[in-house]
Every structure is written in structure tokens, then in C-alpha cells.
């Protein structure tokens, strides 16, 4: 089982995560930030990857710290559970709809750390959950996997339709990039040799 455990503690948040990447989609999620622990349960459900995640952060001061740093472990415990990356699809992609919201989620999973996100998002707010948080999470992740991560809106107008499109997307984009192909199961799929 490929599989990871992060802890990351700093002076802003105290946060355990664990995957699962050859799982079934369960999750058990209590980040302090109820719009997130619903994306990252979608996410895993939809990538069936197992995941814990426990945050105790600043959220007195908002919730910007906590969706920061829960996406650099969930980038770290990728990189780790993946190891080489031997035997993995490498590739990834889905064009998800969510009602009137159509979301193209595409990845790579080339150890080069690359973001390119044009999704608009029509509102500030989705509750209390401040919208412009998931870039960040998104860099975080990005950064820490050290994957290519493209998304593009073809269609949308109500922002937790949006968002949720896109960590759905994310997790089957994922989920078919991480899959071993028996075929390749000794190779790393480059022409590198090395990812």
C-alpha cells in the first residue's frame, strides 16, 4: 500500500494528515474549516484515496493559515506515498460537471511543481470561507506534490458549485494519474528514467 503520514506543526498550526493512495475513498477530515473538510472528504471520496486530516489552527485570526498548510502536508504526503514513482499512469485528467458548473481538471505528475488556474470565482464568500483560500491551497498542494495541476471553467455561475467541481475533478484526475499500469509496473514512465 502506498501510503503517508505527515505531521506539521508550526507556530500557526498543528496538523496531521494520512493517505492512503490504494484506498476506498474513506475519510475522516476535522481541519477547523467546515467548507474544507467538505472538499477534501469530495476529494477523497472521488480519488478513492483514504485520508485523515486533523488541524488545530489560528482560526481566530481566519482561516487562511490552516487551508495553507493542510494543502502543503496533503502535496508532501503524495510525494512520499508515490516514492518513484514507478509503474504510475503519470497522467490524469476529468471534465467534471456540478449542475450548471463544468470544471476540466488535468495533471502530471512530472516532479516539476506547476499551477495553472483560470477558474473565475463569482463570490468572495461561500459561507463563511473566504473563496480566494483555495488558490492558495491549491499552491501549497502544487508545490509540495511537485506536479503540473491545470484547471479551466467551461461553464459556471454559483461559486460552491465551482469549487466543488474542482476538487472533485482534482480527485479523479488524481486518482487516474496515481494508478498502476500493469503493463509499465517496473518502468518510470519517462524517457528520463527519473520523475
Same mark, same amino acid.
Given at each position: 500500500?502506498?501510503?503517508? =503520514?505527515?505531521?506539521?506543526? =508550526?507556530?500557526?498550526?498543528?496538523?496531521? #494528515?494520512?493517505?492512503?493512495?490504494?484506498?476506498?475513498?474513506? $475519510?475522516?477530515?476535522? =481541519?477547523?474549516?467546515?467548507? +474544507?473538510?467538505?472538499?477534501?472528504? #469530495?476529494? /477523497?471520496?472521488? &480519488?478513492?484515496?483514504?485520508?485523515?486530516?486533523?488541524?488545530? &489552527?489560528?482560526?481566530?485570526?481566519?482561516?487562511?493559515?490552516?487551508? %495553507?498548510?493542510?494543502?502543503?502536508?496533503?502535496?508532501? @504526503?503524495?510525494?512520499?506515498?508515490?516514492?518513484?514513482?514507478?509503474?504510475?499512469?503519470?497522467? *490524469?485528467? !476529468? #471534465?467534471?460537471?456540478?449542475?450548471?458548473? +463544468?470544471?476540466?481538471?488535468?495533471?502530471? #505528475?512530472?516532479?516539476?511543481?506547476?499551477?495553472?488556474?483560470?477558474?473565475?470565482?463569482?463570490?468572495?464568500?461561500? *459561507? $463563511?470561507?473566504?473563496? %480566494?483560500?483555495?488558490?492558495?491551497? !491549491?499552491?501549497?498542494?502544487?508545490?509540495?506534490? %511537485?506536479?503540473?495541476?491545470?484547471?479551466?471553467?467551461? @461553464? *459556471?455561475?454559483? =461559486?460552491?458549485?465551482?469549487?466543488?467541481?474542482?476538487?472533485? /475533478?482534482?480527485?479523479?484526475?488524481? &486518482?487516474?494519474?496515481?494508478?498502476?499500469?500493469?503493463?509499465?509496473?517496473? %518502468?518510470?514512465?519517462?524517457?528520463?528514467?527519473?520523475?
Amino acid at each position: 500500500m502506498r501510503s503517508s =503520514t505527515i505531521i506539521r506543526t =508550526t507556530a500557526e498550526t498543528d496538523i496531521k #494528515l494520512a493517505l492512503c493512495l490504494d484506498g476506498t475513498g474513506k $475519510s475522516e477530515v476535522a =481541519t477547523g474549516v467546515g467548507f +474544507l473538510d467538505h472538499m477534501l472528504t #469530495l476529494f /477523497a471520496k472521488h &480519488g478513492r484515496f483514504d485520508l485523515s486530516v486533523t488541524c488545530k &489552527g489560528d482560526t481566530y485570526v481566519d482561516d487562511h493559515h490552516s487551508v %495553507e498548510d493542510i494543502g502543503i502536508a496533503l502535496g508532501q @504526503a503524495f510525494a512520499e506515498a508515490l516514492g518513484d514513482k514507478r509503474g504510475i499512469c503519470r497522467y *490524469g485528467s !476529468m #471534465l467534471l460537471p456540478m449542475d450548471e458548473a +463544468l470544471i476540466l481538471c488535468a495533471v502530471d #505528475l512530472s516532479g516539476r511543481a506547476c499551477l495553472v488556474n483560470t477558474v473565475t470565482l463569482p463570490c468572495q464568500k461561500v *459561507g $463563511s470561507f473566504d473563496t %480566494e483560500l483555495v488558490q492558495e491551497f !491549491m499552491l501549497g498542494f502544487t508545490r509540495k506534490a %511537485e506536479l503540473s495541476l491545470h484547471f479551466q471553467m467551461l @461553464a *459556471g455561475e454559483n =461559486t460552491h458549485h465551482i469549487i466543488e467541481a474542482m476538487f472533485k /475533478a482534482m480527485g479523479r484526475a488524481l &486518482g487516474a494519474a496515481v494508478r498502476i499500469e500493469e503493463a509499465y509496473r517496473d %518502468e518510470i514512465p519517462s524517457t528520463k528514467g527519473v520523475l
